[in-house]
């Protein structure tokens, strides 16, 4: 299994739904060194992610396949790449940042 930590609608139970046909119970952590903002795709706003020093995100980290990580590429799309980081936690994981 991989570890995805989420600060935005992959949170949304209908979007994991909907994204990779299950629901994750998440576990609580945060990401240091990077802040938390918005950017407009299309007609819609989601939120985002850049390194800063001395800030931090809130989220969750998810446990999903390697297959379910690949639906999950398609839905962040070319606004997001996705990077290995370390969580307060210990914990490794990926992220969607910019």
């Given amino acids: 299994m991989e570890k995805l930590f989420t600060y935005g609608t992959l949170q949304d139970p209908a979007v994991q ?3 990779f046909h299950r629901v994750v119970k998440g576990i609580s952590d945060t990401l240091d060194g ?3 903002t918005e950017i407009k795709i299309g007609f819609g706003v989601y939120p985002i992610i850049f390194p800063e ?3 931090h995100v809130e989220g969750q980290y998810i446990e999903v396949t390697p297959e379910e990580l690949a ?3 398609r839905y962040e799309g070319a606004e997001y790449r996705r990077i290995t980081v370390t969580l307060r936690s210990g914990v490794a994981a990926w992220v969607y940042s910019k």
């Fill in 17 to 19: 739904m909907a994204v």
């Fill in 34 to 36: 990077y802040f938390k």
């Fill in 53 to 55: 020093p001395n800030s």
């Fill in 71 to 73: 639906l999950i590429d």
